[in-house]
Each structure stands twice: as structure tokens, then as C-alpha cells.
């Protein structure tokens, strides 16, 4: 796994028991994280090759949720653990799980996200030391390879079959969404948010099953990514993920993968026509803290006006 070009070499894993963490380990992953798996070299709570606190910074810590023996190969990248597939039938489970990241930059960000929460979700944070670059939510590298990990945590928190979401941060919820997501996903493998108004996806807010056809299509966004072979789609955005997502789909690398977006009321900033009708809005199209929370201010007093609809393009500021 690279990073800005450089491989890095290790994970901070925090191990918890029924999320009371515990202790903390470091694991080496220079060269067995490209297959999916990586050892515990080190239970220490110092930095690797230090006595002291001072580290190198440009090294990525992920927290992760597991208890495993000091010896015990244990895989972080579970796309392609062997489970078979099952009918696709939106069975329902006690509580959907919803995952997500967050840094403390964009601390704010995430506290505004899970605020405005209406739905009885099962909350699934993962918590990263600030990125290299201030725009980490809006895309780059860094922020690919921790939502694909986030993504492979859900994998294995999930049971065959069960539905999932995974979403950024720069969200605000203004209703209920979870009715619309089943009905949505039934029968399906995945659905994800709208990038434009005649398509493209955008997958800052996805519903995903846990399944066989899923799980191999992550797993090969993952390779590519690793491998820098990153084709973009048209209309898939900038971010290397989402336009390799919008790559393989509309390209029909995986025919048998059944998607479908979800309804225009998981609204994305960059589809226009705002309307009151919509659940959930995406600031994408704004980059930094401030930007973003004046575009959430922006829906927020429209949402409380009277008015229907005006199309989503007029600040000039975003």
C-alpha cells in the first residue's frame, strides 16, 4: 500500500472486547497488506523503532475493531473471504449499520453528520489521524484507501446478505431514510447516490449488500488502486475511488453486479434543482471546513423557506 508514493509500514491497531478497548498492537504491513492480510510484529503503545512519541507523520494509524493472538495472521482487507452468495431479499435486521470516518480536522463536520441522524442506525465510526492534505474528505489517496478500508471492516462486521451503509461525513440528514434505502437496494447488490442529474455515481453515500459479487467487485477497486490502474468514467468526479466505481460499472466489467441509484432525494450538491422533498444532502462540490458549512447553511434556511425549488448552481461561492 502506498501513500503519496511512498510505502508506509505500519497500522496503529487499538483492540477492543465488546468496544471496551483494551490494548493496542502495531502491525507491519509493507508487504503483506497487498494481499489482504497482515501480522502483528509488536504490542506496544511506543512507535516502531523509537522509544519516544516522535514519529514519523506522514505514516497513516487506523483504529480497528478485533481481538487476535500475538502469532495469528488476521486480514484487514476482507473482500475476499469465502462465503457464499444469498438471495438478495432485504431481509430485516435489527438495525442497519452505517460506517464511516472521520478526522479530527473535520471534527465539526462529523459531529454536524451524526447530529442529524433521524434514523435508528447502528453508528460504525473509524477515526484517522488528520491526512496530508486539508481537502481529505473531498478526495486523494489517503481518503480512498481509509473508506475502502472502512468498507472491508463492514464486510466483516456484516452477515451475508445484510445491507449496509457507507457514507462520508459532509452530510446532513433533514428526514427518515431508512424505508427508502430498503426499498431502494431489494433485490439488488448496491445502490448509490446520484452524482449529476442524468447520472453518474457518487459514492459519498452508498447502500451495500454483503455478498459474493460485492465483495469481489471492492476487493478488485482495491487492487486497482494498489496498482495505480485507475481508468476514470465520465461524470464520475475527480476522487480516484468514485471514478474507478463509475469505471468498472459503466463499463460492464460486472455484469452481474444489479445496481441501481438511489431516489433524487439523496441529494448531492452537484445534481442541482434542490428541492424540500429531498432526505439528505451532500455537500460535495465544496472543499475545506468553511466552504462546506456554508453550503449546509445554505440548505438549511432554503429547507425552512417556503419556496419549492431553485436550482442548486446559484451561490457563485461554491
Known amino acids: 500500500m502506498t501513500k503519496c508514493g ?6 496503529k491497531c487499538e483492540y477492543s472486547q465488546r468496544g471496551v478497548p483494551f490494548r493496542w498492537c502495531w502491525l507491519d504491513v509493507s508487504e503483506n497488506f497487498r494481499g489482504g492480510s497482515v501480522y502483528i510484529v509488536k504490542k506496544t503503545a511506543r512507535k516502531p523503532g523509537s522509544e519516544s512519541e516522535d514519529y514519523p507523520r506522514e505514516r497513516l494509524y487506523f483504529n480497528c ?10 486480514s484487514y482487507v476482507a473482500f475476499n473471504l469465502a462465503k457464499n452468495s444469498v438471495p438478495m431479499d432485504s431481509k430485516p435486521y435489527p438495525r442497519l449499520k452505517i460506517y464511516f470516518y472521520s478526522t479530527p480536522h473535520f471534527k465539526v463536520i462529523r459531529d454536524q453528520f451524526v447530529n442529524s441522524i433521524k434514523d435508528d442506525w447502528d453508528l460504525r465510526e473509524m477515526t484517522f489521524d488528520d491526512f496530508s492534505s486539508q481537502n481529505e474528505i473531498g478526495g486523494g489517496m489517503d481518503s480512498a484507501f481509509a473508506k475502502l478500508f472502512v468498507i472491508s471492516v463492514a464486510f466483516q462486521e456484516t452477515v451475508p446478505g ?7 461525513t459532509d452530510i446532513v440528514f433533514y428526514a427518515r431514510c431508512t424505508d427508502k434505502i430498503l426499498e431502494a437496494i431489494e433485490n439488488k447488490h448496491i445502490c448509490i447516490s446520484k452524482e449529476r442529474p442524468d447520472g453518474g455515481m457518487n459514492i459519498g453515500f452508498m447502500a451495500i449488500r454483503n455478498d459474493e459479487v460485492t465483495r469481489r467487485f471492492w476487493m478488485d477497486i482495491h487492487s486497482r488502486m494498489q496498482k495505480k490502474d485507475v481508468p476514470f468514467a465520465q461524470g464520475g468526479g475527480r476522487e480516484v475511488d468514485q471514478g474507478l466505481v463509475n469505471a468498472l460499472l459503466y463499463g460492464n466489467h460486472y455484469p452481474d453486479m444489479i445496481g441501481s441509484f438511489l431516489p433524487d432525494s439523496f441529494w448531492n450538491w452537484s445534481q442541482g434543482n434542490l428541492n424540500r422533498q429531498i432526505v439528505m444532502h451532500h455537500a460535495n462540490c465544496a472543499f475545506g471546513i468553511e466552504s462546506k458549512i456554508s453550503q449546509f447553511e445554505y440548505v438549511r434556511r432554503f429547507m425552512e423557506e417556503s419556496c419549492s425549488s431553485i436550482p442548486a448552481s446559484t451561490p457563485a461561492q461554491f
Open 6 to 11: 511512498k510505502a508506509f509500514n505500519y497500522l
Open 65 to 74: 475493531l478485533c481481538v487476535v493472538d500475538e502469532e495469528e495472521l488476521i
Open 162 to 168: 445484510e445491507v449496509f451503509i457507507v457514507s462520508d
